[in-house]
C-alpha cells in the first residue's frame, strides 16, 4: 500500500470544491486526477475521488490512489470511476502532465448539442491559457470506455472537448 499524503488529499479537495463551487461540475459527474511523483512508481500515483461521490460534497476519505497505467487501487477500498481509465492515459501518455481535471459544463454541452461544430474564443485569454488548440472528438467516439484514440491527438492539446460530454 502507499502512504496517504494528507497534504495532497487537503489541496486535492480544496480545488474539487472549487471547480463545483463555480459550476463545472454537477452531482457526481465529473472528475480530477492528481499525479503525485512516487519512488515506487515511475509514473507516479494518482489521488482520485471515489465513485459516486460529487466533486462539490466529497471530503478527504473519499479519495483513493491508484497507479498510473492500469489503475490499481493502492490506497482506500472504494472503486473510481470509468473516466478514471481516462484519465491516467492522459497522464501516461503526458508525463509533463500532473493534473486531468474532467467537466461536465452544462452551457458547453449544450451549446454543442444545439448543432455548434466548436467554440471560437472572442479574446485571447483561453490561448495564453491553453497553449494549444482544442481538440474536438465527435459524439460517437468514447474516450472513457476505449482510451485507444487518445494517443492519436494528446500531445498535440491541452483541452479536449468531447461533444455532447464533456471538457
Known amino acids: 500500500a502507499v502512504k496517504f499524503d494528507r497534504a495532497i488529499a487537503e489541496q ?3 480545488y ?8 463545472y461540475v ?10 503525485v511523483p512516487h519512488p515506487d512508481y515511475p509514473d507516479g500515483v494518482c489521488y482520485v475521488k471515489s465513485q459516486g461521490v460529487s466533486l462539490e ?7 483513493v ?8 487501487i493502492l490506497q482506500g477500498d472504494r472503486a473510481t470511476t470509468v473516466g478514471h481509465q481516462m484519465n ?28 455548434r461544430e466548436e467554440i471560437r474564443p472572442v479574446g485571447l485569454t483561453f ?5 494549444k488548440p482544442v481538440h474536438y472528438l465527435p459524439a460517437h467516439i468514447n474516450v472513457e470506455d ?8 494528446i500531445r498535440d492539446t491541452n483541452c479536449v472537448l468531447m461533444k455532447r460530454h464533456g471538457i
Open 16 to 23: 474539487a470544491h472549487r471547480l463545483a463551487a463555480r459550476g
Open 88 to 115: 491516467r492515459e492522459m497522464l501516461r501518455l503526458r508525463p509533463d502532465v500532473n493534473c486531468v481535471i474532467h467537466l461536465h459544463h452544462d452551457e458547453t454541452i449544450a451549446y454543442l448539442a444545439a448543432g
Open 65 to 72: 490512489i491508484t497507479d498510473v497505467p492500469c489503475g490499481r
Open 127 to 131: 490561448s495564453y491559457l491553453m497553449q
Open 57 to 63: 460534497e466529497m471530503e478527504i476519505g473519499d479519495l
Open 12 to 14: 486535492y479537495v480544496l
Open 146 to 153: 476505449d482510451v485507444a484514440p487518445i494517443k492519436t491527438f
Open 26 to 35: 454537477q452531482a457526481a459527474v465529473g472528475n480530477m486526477v492528481m499525479r
